[in-house]
């Protein structure tokens, strides 16, 4: 069980560099080992979710550096149900991709496809800062890729406005890691959240300065606006099956905000109303924003993109709120809204293939062959996404609406959730209506039902499943609330020293 930490990180990169090495290999033999890599990483994500049900922390030290000294990877309640999260999408997104041979467009599809799924559980399970830093590169490198996968000038267009507000959001990332390395002499998280409550008064504006950089990079790669009007223009510019994996990228950026503000800022001067009042504006705009985005789609795709924007406004409010409440329906809305906005994905690319020239847009054309099927799980995930009962994101919605918002953020809080799920849900109406229920000419002879049944066919009955484990489900988002909001016990759980940690005093 000690070494559970580390092999989501270490299966896909074993598998990326197996992929590397045998890139003359069979095609046949490329996809059986990406998809058994994904399947061992599943299994094994399950296993670190049952050794830690019971509020286990396990803290992993690489190399048998023990923390803060080394780097530590550490396993809750949260980053392992999020490696769950994370193996099972991979798996849909990888079944996808090779329904649509998309792997026969380049050579190094699943190479990358592993890396980014490796970057992802690492930013999950990582236990310090800059070791965050590095995954973040490691996903971020992969997905420039994946993103421009077979997609021509069109997806080139679309990554360069992602690379270069990356490469912007790493360079802070880098000075925010060299302010906060300058005046804690740390950068493990368990040892910041020990060292906090007693910074030196002359150190508090350089290290709140830090922290709010920290903020700034997470927030970007979680799309809040004003750093998200990236995303609808490149997550509906990539393949299908790759955006399915992107729909989790923003959620990366959320986690590493809730882990930052949950175990090293409550209750400490430098943490002291560092995210308020304006996180939860920014919040609120990222939800006007994605709204806006989706009435003005053009195509599906586009629908799905202001569904993520929306998604990650209501997961930064939440994360502002500070309160275990807020964070328990925070856990709760996060899995159901990632499956969601994913089966959205996917169904545009299967609108796309069914339609041909006309792909995706929302234009009246001639009937889609398996347009039966394909609108059974429009209606299923419309209604998942746009939060109606009595489908989980309802459910979702009225624990956000209890748990979060306080003060004279509540009227604004509960206004603009309400008004985005009847938005929502109006916009995915006239969607279905183009898409699939208005008069048309019959389909031309000919053409073929979509290969994205199976993958397609999980995302859309992901939503009436968490429904009707919803008890279960919202228990454990409370139980994981709770231990986040205690960091005593992840402090003591990753130093693993009663005595404290012996420090250098920095030269005055």
Same mark, same amino acid.
């Given at each position: 069980?000690?070494?559970?930490?580390?092999?989501?990180?270490?299966?896909?990169?074993?598998?990326?560099?197996?992929?590397?090495?045998?890139?003359?290999?069979?095609?046949?033999?490329?996809?059986?080992?990406?998809?058994?890599?994904?399947?061992?990483?599943?299994?094994?994500?399950?296993?670190?979710?049952?050794?830690?049900?019971?509020?286990?922390?396990?803290?992993?030290?690489?190399?048998?550096?023990?923390?803060?000294?080394?780097?530590?990877?550490?396993?809750?309640?949260?980053?392992?149900?999020?490696?769950?999260?994370?193996?099972?999408?991979?798996?849909?997104?990888?079944?996808?991709?090779?329904?649509?041979?998309?792997?026969?467009?380049?050579?190094?599809?699943?190479?990358?496809?592993?890396?980014?799924?490796?970057?992802?559980?690492?930013?999950?399970?990582?236990?310090?800062?800059?070791?965050?830093?590095?995954?973040?590169?490691?996903?971020?490198?992969?997905?420039?890729?994946?993103?421009?996968?077979?997609?021509?000038?069109?997806?080139?267009?679309?990554?360069?406005?992602?690379?270069?507000?990356?490469?912007?959001?790493?360079?802070?990332?880098?000075?925010?890691?060299?302010?906060?390395?300058?005046?804690?002499?740390?950068?493990?998280?368990?040892?910041?959240?020990?060292?906090?409550?007693?910074?030196?008064?002359?150190?508090?504006?350089?290290?709140?300065?830090?922290?709010?950089?920290?903020?700034?990079?997470?927030?970007?790669?979680?799309?809040?606006?004003?750093?998200?009007?990236?995303?609808?223009?490149?997550?509906?510019?990539?393949?299908?099956?790759?955006?399915?994996?992107?729909?989790?990228?923003?959620?990366?950026?959320?986690?590493?905000?809730?882990?930052?503000?949950?175990?090293?800022?409550?209750?400490?001067?430098?943490?002291?109303?560092?995210?308020?009042?304006?996180?939860?504006?920014?919040?609120?705009?990222?939800?006007?924003?994605?709204?806006?985005?989706?009435?003005?789609?053009?195509?599906?795709?586009?629908?799905?993109?202001?569904?993520?924007?929306?998604?990650?406004?209501?997961?930064?409010?939440?994360?502002?709120?500070?309160?275990?409440?807020?964070?328990?329906?925070?856990?709760?809305?996060?899995?159901?809204?990632?499956?969601?906005?994913?089966?959205?994905?996917?169904?545009?690319?299967?609108?796309?293939?069914?339609?041909?020239?006309?792909?995706?847009?929302?234009?009246?054309?001639?009937?889609? +062959?398996?347009? /039966?099927? =394909?609108? %059974? &799980?429009?209606? #299923? @995930?419309?209604? !998942?996404? *746009?939060?109606?009962?009595?489908? $989980?994101?309802?459910?979702?919605?009225?624990?956000?609406?209890?748990?979060?918002?306080?003060?004279?953020?509540?009227?604004?809080?509960?206004?603009?959730?309400?008004?985005?799920?009847?938005?929502?849900?109006?916009?995915?109406?006239?969607?279905?209506?183009?898409?699939?229920?208005?008069?048309?000419?019959?389909?031309?002879?000919?053409?073929?039902?979509?290969?994205?049944? +199976?993958?397609? /066919?999980? =995302?859309? %009955? &992901?939503?009436? #499943? @968490?429904?009707? !484990?919803? *008890?279960?489900?919202?228990?454990? $988002?409370?139980?994981?609330?709770?231990?986040?909001?205690?960091?005593?016990?992840?402090?003591?759980?990753?130093?693993?020293?009663?005595?404290?940690?012996?420090?250098?005093?920095?030269?005055?």
């Amino acid at each position: 069980m000690t070494h559970l930490p580390v092999l989501p990180v270490l299966v896909p990169m074993a598998a990326a560099a197996a992929l590397l090495l045998g890139r003359n290999a069979a095609l046949g033999m490329r996809r059986a080992l990406s998809a058994l890599a994904l399947a061992a990483g599943l299994g094994v994500s399950l296993g670190l979710a049952i050794a830690c049900a019971d509020g286990t922390v396990i803290p992993y030290a690489l190399g048998g550096w023990r923390a803060p000294y080394g780097i530590v990877l550490v396993a809750d309640r949260l980053s392992a149900a999020l490696v769950v999260l994370l193996f099972t999408l991979a798996l849909i997104a990888l079944a996808a991709a090779l329904a649509q041979e998309l792997d026969t467009r380049g050579r190094h599809f699943h190479p990358l496809f592993q890396l980014q799924v490796a970057g992802i559980a690492g930013a999950f399970l990582t236990g310090d800062v800059f070791n965050l830093f590095v995954f973040f590169e490691i996903l971020l490198i992969a997905s420039y890729a994946l993103l421009v996968h077979g997609g021509g000038r069109p997806a080139v267009e679309a990554a360069l406005p992602y690379v270069v507000l990356n490469l912007v959001g790493s360079a802070l990332f880098l000075v925010a890691l060299g302010l906060l390395y300058g005046t804690l002499g740390t950068l493990n998280l368990a040892d910041i959240a020990d060292i906090l409550p007693d910074v030196p008064p002359q150190d508090l504006g350089l290290v709140r300065v830090a922290l709010v950089s920290l903020a700034v990079v997470f927030l970007l790669k979680a799309a809040v606006v004003p750093m998200g009007f990236w995303l609808p223009h490149t997550y509906a510019a990539a393949a299908a099956p790759v955006a399915v994996l992107f729909a989790l990228l923003t959620k990366v950026g959320i986690v590493a905000l809730l882990r930052l503000s949950a175990v090293a800022l409550p209750a400490t001067p430098a943490g002291q109303g560092l995210l308020t009042p304006w996180l939860p504006a920014l919040g609120l705009l990222t939800i006007i924003v994605g709204v806006l985005t989706a009435l003005a789609a053009r195509r599906l795709a586009q629908v799905a993109a202001g569904f993520v924007l929306v998604s990650s406004g209501t997961l930064a409010f939440a994360v502002a709120d500070g309160r275990a409440d807020a964070t328990a329906a925070l856990l709760f809305y996060l899995p159901h809204s990632t499956l969601a906005t994913a089966g959205l994905f996917l169904l545009a690319g299967a609108v796309a293939l069914a339609r041909g020239d006309l792909a995706d847009r929302l234009v009246r054309g001639p009937a889609m +062959a398996g347009a /039966g099927p =394909l609108g %059974v &799980a429009f209606v #299923l @995930l419309a209604v !998942a996404a *746009a939060g109606l009962p009595p489908l $989980a994101g309802f459910l979702g919605k009225l624990m956000l609406l209890e748990g979060a918002g306080q003060g004279g953020w509540r009227w604004a809080w509960w206004a603009l959730l309400l008004l985005s799920g009847l938005a929502g849900a109006l916009v995915l109406a006239r969607a279905g209506s183009v898409l699939f229920w208005e008069p048309r000419e019959p389909a031309p002879p000919g053409r073929a039902l979509p290969r994205l049944g +199976a993958p397609l /066919g999980v =995302l859309a %009955v &992901a939503s009436p #499943l @968490l429904t009707l !484990a919803a *008890a279960p489900a919202a228990a454990w $988002a409370r139980a994981t609330a709770e231990q986040l909001h205690d960091p005593a016990t992840y402090v003591s759980a990753v130093l693993g020293r009663e005595e404290g940690v012996v420090r250098e005093r920095r030269p005055g």
